[in-house]
């Protein structure tokens, strides 16, 4: 119709994997291999607005390699390798209007090429009676990084929009994360956990909208029958923003909180539960969103679920 983003399209994917796992020894240490081939394709059909159709396929061969190896009766670490594989969207590739959900135009690239990344992952893992968790390293370099361009501002009615073009440049991300978990008693655990992701092109332009350093804290009490509890999370500012010109995002603190029964009605197990996101209805914008310049992420929200089992 006259508010299409993308010309009509069929587009067909097919992919075969397979994963082996070989213990090296008693001890729990092992090799892990994965293997995977895929076939992407993409054709555009012919359109008044959007020109001729085109074609495109993508093939790929990607899998990963690691090994698990115990450091002591609770710990273990991993190390992984992987190449990867991701073909262009249709959105990415055929792209010739206003985009009413973003509130921005976009062009595609019908010659974009495939994202092919290089990734290694280091993970400490901590199994004990009352304590668990895992940090983790990891570094992704990739070829063709599809990212969105900002040309300029345009005027369409009364509205100003930004022009965007879907371009490609080679980028490395780097991250880590950790998540800790303590049971305090037989029926309370606390958690806390973290992470960070830094995220550049090769010439050092940050990549656009990524998501801050964040950190949480949750505690709850569940006893089986009963159960409440509540997070706090915490984003960070981030002032890293690339070539789609997005603005910064300020430091903010969302707190959830929940209660909820377990019990058997007519011997059918039945639950109900009481949620509510944004506790202190903050007014924030997503990092991640791409409507964040304009429209602020949910506040307040309650939740009462009910489920039953037949």
């Known amino acids: 119709g006259p508010d299409a983003l993308t010309p009509p399209a069929l587009s067909r994917a097919v992919g075969a994997f397979a994963f082996q796992e070989a213990a090296l020894g008693s001890r729990g240490a092992a090799l892990q291999f994965g293997v995977r081939a895929d076939r992407y394709a993409i054709e555009s059909r012919d359109d008044a607005r959007f020109g001729d159709g085109v074609a495109r396929t993508f093939d790929a061969v990607s899998g990963s390699a690691g090994v698990r190896v115990p450091l002591a009766a609770s710990l273990t670490a991993a190390l992984t390798a992987a190449r990867s594989f991701r073909a262009p969207t249709v959105e990415e590739l055929f792209s010739a209007a206003p985009h009413a959900g973003t509130g921005s135009v976009e062009f595609g690239d019908a010659g974009l090429r495939a ?38 501002d345009t005027v369409i009615g009364e509205a100003t929009l930004p022009v965007y073009v879907y371009a490609q440049a080679p980028a490395t991300l780097r991250g880590a994360e950790v998540a800790v ?19 550049q092109q090769q010439d050092g332009t940050p990549l656009s909208f990524m998501p801050p350093a964040s950190l949480g804290f949750s505690l709850r009490r569940d006893d ?8 706090v999370h915490h984003d960070f500012a981030q002032r890293r923003t690339g070539d789609a010109a997005e603005a910064p995002t300020d430091a903010h603190t969302l707190l959830r909180v929940d209660a909820g029964l377990r019990t058997r009605i007519a011997n059918r197990p039945q639950s109900i539960t009481l949620r509510i996101d944004n506790l202190t209805d903050v007014v924030y914008h ?25």
């Open 115 to 152: 994202e092919r990344g290089r990734s290694l992952e280091l993970v400490l893992n901590h199994v004990s009676s009352r304590i668990s968790g895992q940090a983790a390293a990891w570094i992704n370099r990739v070829d063709h990084h599809v990212h969105l361009d900002f040309v300029r």
């Open 181 to 199: 978990e303590v049971a305090l008693t037989r029926t309370v655990a606390a958690a806390l956990r973290g992470d960070v992701l830094h995220a």
């Open 224 to 231: 089986g029958r009963w159960s409440i509890g509540g997070d």
């Open 286 to 310: 997503e990092a991640t969103s791409r409507t964040r310049d304009f429209a602020p992420a949910a506040g307040r929200n309650i939740v009462l679920l009910y489920r039953a089992w037949f």
